[in-house]
């Protein structure tokens, strides 16, 4: 009976000691999994968020070598519309780590868009009689353009109007 209750007292006492221990363990094991979750939505927030400003800068230099229709464009407007290209490109390379499979496409397919008319309007062998081919990439690439936002958008959970989706 002694060593009954001796055992008892000995498990009691350490159990003071390891009780607290575990419970930080477990503490420390959901702080952890939270942070996680926040980190990689925060990596997720700014990957799309940097991909879309870019996309946006690469259709705005787009512009500037639109204007210059019927003549070479200028290289300082080449030289813009590359730089922003080749920003877009790695932050879209940073971007395909944790976005979806749908956004990693549109964002392809917008590029591709994006492309056609710059090759469209930096080809010095181009005479630009035919405004259809123009227009016609100009749709395109606008509703490509229209279907990253969108994605984005699912992606980060945020409606147009800018409210917070609520989640299921």
């Known amino acids: 009976m002694i060593d009954a209750v001796s055992n008892s007292n000995m498990f009691s006492t350490a159990w003071q000691y390891i009780g607290p221990l575990i ?3 477990f503490g420390y094991l959901i702080s952890n999994k939270v942070w996680g979750w926040q980190k990689r ?14 996309l946006g800068l690469m ?9 210059h229709k019927g003549r070479d464009p200028d290289q300082k407007d080449l030289e813009h519309f590359d730089l922003c ?8 390379c940073i971007a395909d780590l944790v976005v979806s499979k749908q956004l990693r ?14 090759d469209y309007y930096s080809n010095p062998l181009n005479d ?3 405004p259809k081919v123009p227009l016609g990439h100009r749709q395109n690439r606008d509703q490509k353009i229209d ?5 984005a958008r ?12 609520a989640e299921n």
């Open 23 to 25: 419970g930080v363990g």
């Open 41 to 54: 939505w925060e990596m997720k927030r700014d990957a799309v968020s940097d991909v879309v400003k870019w």
């Open 59 to 67: 259709n705005y230099a787009l512009r500037d070598i639109q204007y």
């Open 85 to 92: 290209r080749d920003n877009f490109e790695h932050s879209r």
């Open 105 to 118: 496409k549109a964002l392809i397919e917008c590029r591709e868009a994006i492309l056609d008319i710059a």
């Open 128 to 130: 630009y009689k035919d």
């Open 147 to 151: 279907a990253v936002y969108d994605l």
């Open 154 to 165: 699912k992606e980060l959970n945020i409606k147009s109007d800018d409210s917070i989706v």
